[in-house]
C-alpha cells in the first residue's frame, strides 16, 4: 500500500512540474516572441502555444486531477480537506482552470486563427495587441493561482 501511495505521489509530482514547467515557459517565450513584432516569428510562437497547451498542460492538469482525487479518496486523505491550505490550494488550482477553459483557450484560439491571416506586408493588426493583452493579463493570473496552490500544498502555511 506504501509503495502504491509513493508512485502516485511521485505522479502528482509529475504532472505539477509538467503543468507547471509549460504555463511559466510557454509565457516566458511567448512574451519574447511577440517583443519581435516579426510576423513568422509571433505565427510560429501562437501555434506552439496551441501545442504545448495540448500535449503537456493538459496532461498535466489530467495527472495532477486524477492522483490528487485518488490520494483523496485512498488512505484515509480525506481529512486533509479539512485544512485551510489545501482547500485553498485546490480553490486556487480550480480557479486557473476556470480561467484557461473559459477565456485563455478562446483566446488562443482567436490569436492562432488571426495569425494564419497575417499579410506579407500589412503589419499586425491592433486587435490582434488586444487580444494578446487580454491573454497576457488572464495567463499572468491563471499563472500565478497553481504557483499559490503548489506553495499552500507544499508548506501548508494556513
Not at 516566458?28 to 506552439?48: E, M, N, P
Not at 488512505?75 to 485553498?88: A, D, V
Request: glycine share 6%; with cysteine; aromatic share 16%.
Amino acid at each position: 500500500m506504501l509503495q502504491n501511495l509513493v508512485l502516485v505521489k511521485s505522479f502528482h509530482v509529475f504532472g505539477v512540474v509538467l503543468f507547471l514547467g509549460n504555463i511559466v515557459v510557454t509565457a516566458f517565450w511567448k512574451v519574447f516572441a511577440d517583443l519581435t513584432h516579426d510576423k513568422r516569428i509571433i505565427k510560429y510562437a501562437q501555434k506552439l502555444v496551441t501545442y504545448t497547451d495540448l500535449y503537456f498542460t493538459a496532461p498535466g492538469i489530467l495527472i495532477i486531477t486524477t492522483t490528487g482525487i485518488y490520494m483523496l479518496l485512498s488512505n484515509n486523505y480525506g481529512h486533509y480537506l479539512q485544512m485551510s491550505s489545501i482547500k485553498w490550494g485546490l480553490i486556487c488550482f480550480i480557479a486557473s482552470g476556470m480561467i484557461w477553459i473559459s477565456i485563455l483557450v478562446p483566446t488562443q484560439i482567436r490569436l492562432h486563427r488571426m495569425t494564419n491571416t497575417f499579410g506579407e506586408n500589412e503589419s499586425i493588426p491592433d486587435l490582434y495587441w488586444r487580444y494578446e493583452k487580454c491573454w497576457m493579463l488572464f495567463g499572468s493570473i491563471a499563472t500565478i493561482l497553481p504557483l499559490i496552490t503548489l506553495f499552500l500544498m507544499t508548506f501548508n502555511p494556513i
